[in-house]
């Protein structure tokens, strides 16, 4: 899984394995409050966070019963 850039503005993408199809991703900040949640039908998104603070955030991908979790920083 890769994510980019991070450190960022609010704008990031995610590239999972080419043979990986259609997954979700959830957006948390520290609180475990969802700021974002998005379906991606491909192996690859573009992430838009709209009006969230500076700070960590924490990136779960979902994908065929599996999951993983990365940490990001807005700034």
């Given at each position: 899984?890769a994510?980019?850039p991070?450190?960022?503005?609010?704008?990031?993408?995610?590239?999972?394995n080419?043979?990986v199809?259609?997954?979700?991703?959830?957006?948390?900040?520290?609180?475990?409050q969802?700021?974002?949640?998005?379906?991606?039908?491909?192996?690859?998104?573009?992430?838009?966070?709209?009006?969230?603070?500076?700070?960590?955030?924490?990136?779960?991908?979902?994908?065929?019963?599996?999951s993983?979790?990365?940490?990001?920083?807005?700034?």
């Amino acid at each position: 899984v890769a994510l980019f850039p991070n450190p960022n503005a609010g704008q990031f993408s995610i590239r999972l394995n080419d043979q990986v199809q259609d997954f979700n991703v959830s957006v948390y900040n520290v609180q475990g409050q969802t700021v974002h949640r998005q379906s991606v039908d491909g192996h690859a998104a573009q992430i838009r966070l709209q009006g969230v603070a500076q700070g960590m955030y924490f990136v779960r991908i979902e994908q065929g019963g599996r999951s993983l979790t990365r940490r990001i920083t807005i700034r």
